[in-house]
């Protein structure tokens, strides 16, 4: 029997707010920085990490008003806010120089930041999400705020995130079950609920798509080689903007994820193989 690797949890203060992070590999290697999606966690990138971790040190933290990170008292959750708690992070870890993995939101918080310190980045990968809103997003915002605010059992919510997304179904239970405990909490009365501030969400239902700084200047200046991951079946990132993309990017690539709606986990065979050739190649 295979003994899972699991990562180290550790916190650190952010522009005011306790930031949770899981730290994967050793601290003298390669190191990259995994910023998670909306209805996401730092867990999202456990799978990923336990490919990558022997060669690489892996930082994925949770993004202010989600899992263990502290929320915003102000209801600070724009783009610019969260790129500005990944700049102090990579600060505050000594991070000058970094490959940087986005998913989803953690995708346009990844391209607000190179926005501004691309210079500092060996690398980007962008997975299933582009400067510009499609209809999935607001897909993903209505089906946020409208979703159960607890679950009697962990088995039940878990059954709810299932129903939500294909993806996440096809996973296996022990994915399942990380992932559900990264963004749903035990309370004292039994019941579970999620670890995202109720702000956050209601004020995305109320503002609807959160309005996106100018991204497509950000790709068009960005000094490092960029992969855009982008699952042929998504409705948040669509073919014609992939190809702007990588277009747009002085050094970018598209890998297709045949047959995936968003996102990608990051873990389908022909995403693993382009990561550990265009990782190889920033040595």
Aim: glycine content about 8%; some cysteine; charged content about 20%.
């Amino acid at each position: 029997m295979t003994t899972a690797i699991h990562p180290v949890s550790k916190s650190v203060t952010v522009n005011d707010l306790a930031l949770h992070y899981l730290e994967w590999g050793e601290a003298a290697a390669p190191p990259i920085v995994c910023v998670h999606g909306y209805t996401g966690s730092a867990d999202a990138f456990s799978a990923p990490a336990r490919h990558l971790h022997d060669r690489y040190r892996i930082l994925a933290f949770d993004v202010r008003g989600h899992g263990e990170s502290a929320w915003s008292p102000a209801g600070a959750y724009r783009y610019e806010d969260q790129a500005k708690d990944l700049a102090e992070f990579a600060k505050q870890l000594g991070l000058d120089k970094f490959v940087l993995i986005g998913t989803s939101m953690g995708g346009i918080i990844a391209m607000t930041y190179a926005a501004e310190y691309g210079d500092r980045l060996l690398g980007l990968v962008i997975n299933d999400i582009g400067p510009e809103a499609e209809a999935g997003t607001q897909r993903i915002t209505q089906m946020v705020g409208s979703r159960p605010d607890e679950f009697a059992t962990l088995e039940e919510a878990m059954a709810y995130r299932r129903s939500a997304s294909p993806i996440l179904a096809a996973r296996s239970a022990e994915d399942q079950h990380e992932l559900a405990l990264g963004v749903l909490r035990q309370r004292a009365d039994g019941k579970w609920r999620w670890k995202m501030d109720p702000a956050y969400i209601r004020q995305r239902v109320e503002r609807g798509a959160m309005p996106r700084p100018p991204l497509w200047p950000a790709l068009q200046g960005l000094p490092c080689p960029t992969l855009v991951v982008w699952g042929t079946e998504s409705d948040v990132l669509s073919e014609a903007q992939a190809l702007r993309m990588v277009n747009a990017l002085p050094h970018g690539e598209l890998v297709r994820v045949p047959g995936i709606g968003h996102a990608p986990t990051l873990v389908e065979p022909v995403v693993l193989a382009a990561l550990d050739r265009f990782l190889g190649g920033l040595q």
